[in-house]
């Protein structure tokens, strides 16, 4: 923890976002400073212990990539910062063109189609095109099938995975569904870039978490743009490039299949179905972990529990104790007005919290002095 909190403090960019303010994205800046600090920071995706759950729909998904979107470009910023380490500034550019990639790909996807117009050659005139499909084939493919290899070579992996079937028909499922999925997340990730040079920004809200199905009106109302685009695109291949249109057919039945892609993946009752069936299943629901089970007990212990987990600083001594602990070991907080700080600690000690901004809560649990005047009963 002191080594987090003594170098991992993220810098306010200048300038107002998407640009400037907060960065969206932190991991990566937080590793850097880490690395920038003399620590060594390390990548282990065997590590076990941790369980965040992902988004449980392509929109819940795509909807957290706009805020990475916009983190990972003003990267580009952090990266000329004085004392990074090349493999820092590297993941950074890495994590720069992970966004930019999809404007290109769209770029590169018109152009070509646009030079195959003129001449609607069959496939076997089209030398370069095969070899493009066949290197992006091997670029998309091959890290999964890798993976499933190293994989099956461990008998209780394989087991925790639903066994060797099982495990071989979701790889397959994966790469089909990622297969139809990838020209729609192009779609949203060249609009994020378009409106983030735009000036549009985006805030840092909460992401979901817990299953759901998305309603059938949602769906059409934020897909059928994709709908639209995939049956225009697909007709005019039709009408002036037509021996060249089943080498588009992938990316356009992605497109064309939008809404139902969306509709169906995110379906409770085929979610229980596949689990049923020993699909896409992941070691934390098939083998008992400790960690889950004491996590399980102590959520149901506490559900009825509603205060803000913010407001525990101020309402619980032992959450206040160690919070101050930790405090001593954080870099000093951005500075602001006594008479600031004041007014947020009586306001809170009055439990007048509802129009506090993020900022807000940064300050007045940043500050010891504040922090007391606000849990004390008779304030300052």
Not at 214 to 224: A, D
Not at 288 to 299: F, I, Q, S, T
Request: aromatic letters at 10%; proline letters at 7%; charged letters at 20%.
């Amino acid at each position: 923890m002191r080594a987090f909190l003594q170098h991992g403090g993220l810098p306010k960019l200048s300038g107002k976002p998407p640009f400037g303010g907060e960065i969206m994205s932190h991991d990566f800046v937080e590793s850097a400073f880490l690395r920038r600090g003399g620590w060594d920071v390390w990548m282990s995706p065997d590590l076990g212990g941790s369980f965040e759950e992902p988004p449980p729909s392509i929109y819940d998904y795509l909807k957290r990539d706009r805020r990475w979107a916009q983190g990972n470009l003003q990267h580009a910023r952090v990266l000329i910062a004085q004392g990074i380490r090349f493999p820092s500034r590297l993941h950074m550019v890495m994590g720069v063109m992970s966004y930019l990639s999809s404007p290109i790909w769209l770029l590169m996807l018109i152009v070509s189609a646009t030079a195959l117009v003129p001449y609607d050659v069959p496939d076997s005139d089209n030398p370069a095109l095969l070899q493009l499909v066949l290197a992006t084939i091997i670029l998309l493919y091959a890290p999964k099938f890798l993976a499933l290899g190293i994989a099956l070579r461990d008998a209780d992996y394989v087991r925790a995975h639903g066994g060797a079937g099982p495990l071989l028909r979701s790889v397959l499922g994966e790469a089909l569904f990622a297969t139809l999925f990838a020209p729609i997340v192009m779609l949203a990730h060249s609009w994020y870039v378009v409106s983030i040079l735009m000036g549009i920004a985006t805030g840092w809200g909460s992401q979901a978490r817990d299953d759901r199905a998305l309603p059938l009106w949602f769906v059409i109302r934020h897909y059928w743009p994709h709908t639209l685009i995939g049956i225009a695109c697909s007709f005019l291949l039709w009408r002036y490039a037509r021996g060249d249109l089943y080498w588009f057919a992938p990316l356009l039945l992605g497109l064309c299949l939008a809404i139902p892609l969306a509709r169906i993946t995110s379906s409770l009752r085929l979610g229980e179905l596949a689990a049923k069936r020993k699909l896409f299943l992941i070691p934390s629901e098939t083998v008992k972990l400790p960690v889950l089970e004491r996590a399980h007990r102590l959520r149901a212990a506490h559900q009825e529990e509603s205060r803000d987990f913010r407001r525990l600083v101020l309402e619980d001594e032992a959450v206040r104790q160690l919070h101050l602990a930790m405090l001593l070991e954080a870099l000093p907080p951005v500075e602001l007005p006594r008479e600031k700080l004041l007014a947020l600690a009586e306001a809170a000690r009055r439990n007048e919290t509802k129009d506090f901004s993020r900022a807000d809560w940064i300050a007045l649990l940043s500050d010891p002095d504040s922090i007391a005047a606000a849990s004390s009963p008779t304030g300052i």
